[in-house]
């Protein structure tokens, strides 16, 4: 789930509008609102909406 925060302290779901990415598809995959390991590594998912990003380490370990 994705939340927005606005400057009036307001809040709004903005799931459905949110756009996820992966730094490294050779460690993980996007696949149907779901995180999918594919090999051993790091990556960081950043989740962009209206013009702004946010971002969160992803560590795969024993992939294989």
Known sequence: AVQATYSDGSTEDVTSQAKPRLSNSAVARWEKNILLPVAD????LIVEHAGRAVMAPVAVTKAA
């Open 41 to 44: 590594g790091q990556c960081e």
